[in-house]
């Protein structure tokens, strides 16, 4: 009984223990990580920005909008899609599936790539006023059939662009700086 009794005081809670923390290790390991550059995920249509910014040369603030004007540089609503979409490969299977969406009213659920934690403040404006290309930032969006987060969006990368010793690929030196106190960007 003594032995059977040990087994359950002691053995129990440290296989619930052992399995717990395997459960939890295994779990952090597969979540995506969303800093992680290359993170890609797959979207509810196959929206590629190669065919439509690239091949189509349609410009990045045609469709984000928000970029300039706003904090955030928004998706384009489903209605927007149709601007071209009411004679642009009405066959496409796609786009049926897509004019379903429309006519539902349902939002398009598109899976975000970059997401800042809530206590991050960043806003478009700034950068886009300083001339900073989409580009910089994002990789060449106009080239990915699926967007890809090509840079990091760590804060040491934050800082070291604002501290003016980051490498620009489309701006000539010298480059621009900006404030670096923490409550820049977390306020
Ligand atoms: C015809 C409209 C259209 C054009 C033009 C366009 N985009 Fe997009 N963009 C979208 C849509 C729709 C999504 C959401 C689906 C996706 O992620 O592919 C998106 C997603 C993105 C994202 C990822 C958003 C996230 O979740 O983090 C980035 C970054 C982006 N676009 C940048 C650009 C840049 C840079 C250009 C110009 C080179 C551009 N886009 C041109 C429609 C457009
Ligand atoms: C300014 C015009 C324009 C806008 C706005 C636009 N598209 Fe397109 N789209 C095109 C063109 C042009 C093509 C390429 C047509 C071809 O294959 O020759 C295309 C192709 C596509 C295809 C591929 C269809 C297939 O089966 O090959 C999909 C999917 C698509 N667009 C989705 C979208 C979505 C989603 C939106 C809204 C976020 C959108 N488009 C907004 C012009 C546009
Ligand atoms: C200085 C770096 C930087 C530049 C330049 C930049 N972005 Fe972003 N972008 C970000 C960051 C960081 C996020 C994530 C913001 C968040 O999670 O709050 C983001 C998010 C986005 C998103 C998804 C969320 C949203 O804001 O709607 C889109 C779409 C986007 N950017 C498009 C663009 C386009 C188009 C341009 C050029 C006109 C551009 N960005 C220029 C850093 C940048
Ligand atoms: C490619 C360079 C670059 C990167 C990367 C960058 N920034 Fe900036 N940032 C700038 C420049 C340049 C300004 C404009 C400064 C000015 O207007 O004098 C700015 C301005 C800002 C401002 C407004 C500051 C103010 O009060 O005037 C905020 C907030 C900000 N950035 C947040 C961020 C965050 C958060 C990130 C990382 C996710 C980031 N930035 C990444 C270059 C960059
Ligand atoms: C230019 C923008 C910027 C400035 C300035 C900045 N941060 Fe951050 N900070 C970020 C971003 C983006 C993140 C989220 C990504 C990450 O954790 O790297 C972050 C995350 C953090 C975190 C959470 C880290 C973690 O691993 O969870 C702490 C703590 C922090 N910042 C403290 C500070 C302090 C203290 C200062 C001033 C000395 C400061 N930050 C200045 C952009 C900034």
Request: hydrophobic letters at 35%; glycine letters at 6%; charged letters at 25%.
């Amino acid at each position: 009984m003594k032995v059977l009794d040990r087994l359950l005081r002691v053995g129990l809670p440290l296989t619930v223990a052992a399995v717990l923390a395997t459960v939890i290790t295994v779990g952090w390991m597969v979540e995506p990580d969303r800093y992680m550059v290359g993170y890609a995920p797959e979207q509810p249509i196959p929206f590629s920005h190669k065919v439509h910014a690239g091949d189509n040369n349609i410009p990045c603030e045609y469709c984000h909008t928000g970029a300039r004007s706003g904090r955030h540089a928004t998706i384009p609503s489903v209605d927007a899609c149709f601007k071209c979409h009411n004679v642009t490969r009405t066959d496409s299977e796609w786009i049926g599936q897509l004019r379903e969406i429309r006519d539902s009213g349902r939002p398009l659920e598109w899976e975000r790539i970059h997401d800042l934690p809530d206590y991050v403040y960043f806003d478009h404006r700034p950068h886009v006023a300083k001339g900073i290309a989409c580009q910089e930032c994002h990789g060449p969006v106009e080239e990915m059939d699926v967007v890809r987060q090509a840079t990091s969006m760590r804060m040491g990368a934050c800082l070291e662009c604002h501290r003016g010793e980051r490498i620009y690929t489309t701006m000539e030196e010298p480059y621009p700086t900006a404030p670096v106190s923490c409550g820049t960007c977390h306020r």
